[in-house]
């Protein structure tokens, strides 16, 4: 008895020995965000904090809600992202069942033995037991805990995926409908300057045919009014594009959501918009937390390669009883006391003859670590500049299209004086033609200034991380979990996602 209470004794000291975890601990990257934009904030952008989890519903267009509540509930690419964090959750609880007994097996047999007769057994006989075995690899350079640590980030990580893909989900389907809103104002201005020039064509037929005017002019005339009409086509199909984009967006075929989208304006601007400083920015945007969040999982990899490095030790046990032999082949004796044997004991394993093997996957996992960390620092770059060119563009667009509205006006009273003066005989019809052409140029590109900075601004709210807050918890559609908890048993996992929280402590596994 005495000999067994020293071995207990070994198994509690590697127990309660387990220390600090080896390996580095992760420290964020130290970057400071400028305490303010590199331009002047105008044109109605105001550096004042606001809230941008749904800065869809500043356009004021019903439609346009309705397409993005409907892309966020059925949007396949979005349903991905929700279901790989389920993946995620699920591989944080394999990692958190590592820190209890990593084998536990119970196993039985019954099995009849026939000796050969050179054995000097001279009948049959059967053998049984049943036992429980199990080890545990006493977690002592924190090989399982950097484990979890890595399965956790990585699990936030996925969170924050789906919040980028959110952000990214809604830009899309307000960027698709803005252009199809755009393209029926290009082929409305078209179609009403085939009108105006048709018009012209028919003056200029008749005064040809009264012999007051050349033929040119009614070639001139036609040539103008063809080049308008040529474009009509192309128009309308980028149109019936944009309303196929917006369908797939939506999780719906192509043509199913056209009666829904109907006819309407470009959407307004509004008139002040608040999008804070660029560390707003930068706390708000979800690939950034991501980028973080897998350099902290790639962190705790170094420390799991490190571990590898020392010798590990093991609890190993096992009880069982058995019964069964040449002697005697009564299964009923198993259950006697006498049938009853255990071991328990401590076991050391150090690989240090590896040729190097596991000091290079340290190095690996090191070299991954400083790559993820450079990666975060260029997503915050790239985040600064997303915002900057987005505010740049829709300033410069917001500011063209201020002065093109004038240009309008002033094309459209010089095509009424040219008609006027060439109906009653004071110019020639170059100045028609010039005026007309000036008209259409001048309307289209007073269009394509408006899309410009109602794109560019759509620009800036997903450069600005806009568009998650209001939901955070994954959408998956409910024929899929239905389909998923007949297949396997999720427990609670579909049904509860838990926020993304720095303090949390590791979960218990799954059972």
Not at 135 to 150: A, C, H, M
Not at 209 to 225: F, Y
Not at 400 to 417: D, F, G, M, T, W
Request: proline residues 5%.
């Amino acid at each position: 008895m005495r000999r067994n209470s020293g071995v207990f004794a070994v198994a509690i000291a590697f127990a309660a020995g387990a220390c600090a975890p080896v390996g580095p601990d992760f420290v964020k990257p130290d970057l400071d965000p400028p305490a303010d934009w590199s331009q002047s904030v105008e044109q109605g952008l105001d550096p004042a904090a606001h809230s941008l989890d749904r800065w869809w519903e500043q356009f004021n267009d019903p439609v346009l809600n309705e397409l993005v509540e409907r892309a966020r509930r059925n949007n396949n690419a979005l349903q991905i992202s929700g279901l790989g964090v389920l993946e995620a959750r699920a591989l944080l609880g394999i990692a958190s069942g590592s820190s209890y007994p990593q084998t536990q097996i119970l196993a039985g047999s019954a099995m009849y033995v026939s000796p050969a007769e050179n054995t000097g057994v001279k009948s049959g006989f059967g053998q049984y037991s049943v036992g429980l075995s199990a080890s545990w690899e006493i977690d002592f350079w924190g090989k399982y805990r950097r484990g979890i640590e890595s399965a956790d980030a990585a699990f936030m990580a996925s969170k924050a995926g789906y919040s980028q893909a959110q952000v990214l989900l809604t830009a899309a389907v307000v960027s698709a409908y803005s252009v199809a809103r755009i393209t029926e104002a290009q082929l409305e201005i078209s179609e009403q300057n085939v009108v105006l020039q048709e018009r012209s064509f028919q003056i200029a037929s008749v005064l040809y045919e009264n012999g007051e005017d050349s033929e040119l002019d009614v070639q001139q005339a036609k040539t103008l009014l063809l080049a308008t009409q040529a474009s009509i086509p192309s128009l309308r199909a980028a149109l019936k594009q944009a309303y196929n984009a917006l369908s797939v967006l939506v999780g719906e075929p192509p043509g199913t959501i056209d009666a829904v989208i109907g006819a309407g304006p470009i959407p307004e601007i509004p008139e002040a918009m608040g999008i804070g400083f660029p560390a707003d920015m930068l706390r708000r945007r979800p690939d950034v937390f991501q980028a973080e969040l897998l350099a902290m999982a790639q962190n705790a990899q170094v420390g799991l390669a490190e571990a590898s490095l020392y010798p590990s030790f093991s609890l190993l046990g096992s009880i069982g009883m058995s019964a069964g032999g040449p002697g005697d082949s009564d299964f009923g004796q198993m259950f006697d006391a006498d049938a009853l044997g255990f071991s328990v004991g401590p076991q050391l394993i150090w690989p240090f003859f590896n040729y190097g093997r596991i000091k290079n996957n340290v190095r690996v996992q090191d070299a991954r670590l400083q790559q993820a960390l450079v990666a975060y620092r260029e997503t915050v770059l790239q985040a600064a500049r997303e915002a900057e060119d987005a505010m740049a563009g829709y300033i410069g667009a917001r500011q063209q299209a201020e002065i093109l509205a004038k240009a309008v006006e002033s094309a459209k009273r010089s095509n009424q004086l040219s008609t006027l003066r060439y109906r009653e005989g004071f110019s020639d019809y170059q100045r028609v033609l010039d005026s007309q052409q000036a008209l259409f140029s001048q309307q289209q590109r007073y269009i394509a200034a408006r899309g410009e900075a109602v794109l560019n601004l759509i620009g800036l709210f997903q450069a600005l991380g806009g568009g998650w807050e209001a939901d955070t918890v994954p959408r998956v559609r409910q024929e899929t979990l239905e389909a998923m908890q007949q297949r396997t048993d999720w427990g609670q996992l579909i049904n509860v996602i838990e926020p993304v929280d720095s303090d949390r402590t590791y979960p218990r596994p799954d059972w």
